[in-house]
């Protein structure tokens, strides 16, 4: 009984942001502010977000734009595509017909003709978090690391290249030797909805000294200490998302927790190719405020 009020406040809280979008489909539905209304940190609000209602930010507003549009199309005679394409937020009638043929199966003119509520049904059957996952949750006292840092900016799908780069400055300076020095990955965007363009995510090793001048583009920062929720994943770090949303989904509403502003981050415990990657173990750290 004691993780119903938890439950409740964390639902209320997304209930919010849900009749924030309903009252605002004209109006600035970004990240930052959604966050914002929710009271939740921006690092952790996509994740979140997606968690709880099952489809990420951009695509839930969308959704919600394109099914005023629908209704205005089919329940007033007045109600031109031009009307609709700017009450949903589209910059030109084109772009808003092309998404709405994405979504429904037909063009805006045919659904006015003849509304496919089949259809609509389907494609607004948003799903929400309905079962529980089993996890090993464990809350820690991180403490604060020093790290050289490679910062990749660009396609997630890339990261691998300055992985490799990263590498190629632990075995020239022998600053942060892989058997004696823990490895990190800080990631500031999730890969699901970040623009490829805008993904930032940090290659980090342990250091004990100063980072020396060097042609790689590494850095030096320090992984702030504090109280931080850790799970870990068995497998490719391709599928660590698997690992990832039940936090946010399952554990987070119940726990009575609050996410610190700061992004999510990896420990790597496994070395490739001497681990294959099936049975790397990677623990997620989410930071957490301090009690």
């Given at each position: 009984?004691?993780?119903?009020?938890?439950?409740?406040?964390?639902?209320?809280?997304?209930?919010?942001?849900?009749?924030?979008?309903?009252?605002?489909?004209?109006?600035?539905?970004?990240?930052?502010?959604?966050?914002?209304?929710?009271?939740?940190?921006?690092?952790?609000?996509?994740?979140?977000?997606?968690?709880?209602?099952?489809?990420?930010?951009?695509?839930?507003?969308?959704?919600?734009?394109?099914?005023?549009?629908?209704?205005?199309?089919?329940?007033r005679a007045d109600y031109s595509v031009l009307d609709a394409a700017v009450g949903?937020?589209?910059?030109?009638?084109?772009?808003?017909?092309?998404?709405?043929?994405?979504?429904?199966?037909?063009?805006?003119?045919?659904?006015?003709?003849?509304?496919?509520?089949?259809?609509?049904?389907?494609?607004?059957?948003?799903?929400?978090?309905?079962?529980?996952?089993?996890?090993?949750?464990?809350?820690?006292?991180?403490?604060?690391?020093?790290?050289?840092?490679?910062?990749?900016?660009?396609?997630?799908?890339?990261?691998?290249?300055?992985?490799?780069?990263?590498?190629?400055?632990?075995?020239?300076?022998?600053?942060?030797?892989?058997?004696?020095?823990?490895?990190?990955?800080?990631?500031?965007?999730?890969?699901?909805?970040?623009?490829?363009?805008?993904?930032?995510?940090?290659?980090?090793?342990?250091?004990?000294?100063a980072v020396s001048a060097n042609e790689f583009g590494v850095t030096e920062r320090?992984?702030?200490?504090?109280?931080?929720?850790?799970?870990?994943?068995?497998?490719?770090?391709?599928?660590?998302?698997?690992?990832?949303?039940?936090?946010?989904?399952?554990?987070?509403?119940?726990?009575?927790?609050?996410?610190?502003?700061?992004?999510?981050?990896?420990?790597?415990?496994?070395?490739?190719?001497?681990?294959?990657?099936?049975?790397?173990?990677?623990?997620?750290?989410?930071?957490?405020?301090?009690?």
């Amino acid at each position: 009984m004691s993780d119903l009020p938890s439950n409740a406040a964390y639902s209320k809280r997304f209930d919010a942001v849900l009749a924030f979008i309903e009252a605002n489909l004209e109006g600035d539905l970004c990240v930052k502010t959604l966050s914002r209304v929710a009271n939740f940190s921006t690092f952790h609000f996509h994740r979140q977000f997606t968690a709880f209602v099952g489809v990420p930010v951009s695509r839930y507003v969308q959704l919600m734009r394109l099914r005023r549009a629908a209704h205005g199309l089919s329940s007033r005679a007045d109600y031109s595509v031009l009307d609709a394409a700017v009450g949903a937020g589209f910059e030109s009638p084109e772009a808003f017909s092309r998404a709405f043929r994405r979504a429904f199966g037909m063009a805006p003119s045919a659904f006015r003709k003849r509304p496919d509520w089949h259809v609509w049904n389907a494609v607004f059957a948003i799903p929400h978090f309905s079962r529980s996952v089993v996890m090993q949750v464990r809350i820690v006292e991180f403490q604060a690391v020093r790290v050289a840092v490679l910062e990749h900016c660009g396609a997630p799908a890339r990261v691998s290249e300055s992985v490799g780069q990263f590498i190629q400055w632990r075995l020239r300076s022998g600053q942060s030797p892989v058997a004696s020095s823990r490895s990190f990955g800080i990631a500031f965007g999730n890969p699901d909805t970040t623009p490829a363009d805008e993904f930032r995510f940090a290659i980090c090793g342990e250091v004990r000294e100063a980072v020396s001048a060097n042609e790689f583009g590494v850095t030096e920062r320090v992984i702030p200490g504090g109280r931080c929720v850790v799970v870990r994943h068995t497998g490719s770090p391709d599928h660590i998302a698997e690992s990832i949303y039940p936090i946010y989904r399952d554990w987070l509403p119940g726990s009575g927790e609050e996410l610190r502003d700061h992004p999510l981050f990896f420990e790597y415990l496994s070395v490739f190719p001497e681990t294959p990657q099936d049975q790397w173990q990677t623990d997620i750290y989410v930071p957490l405020q301090s009690l």
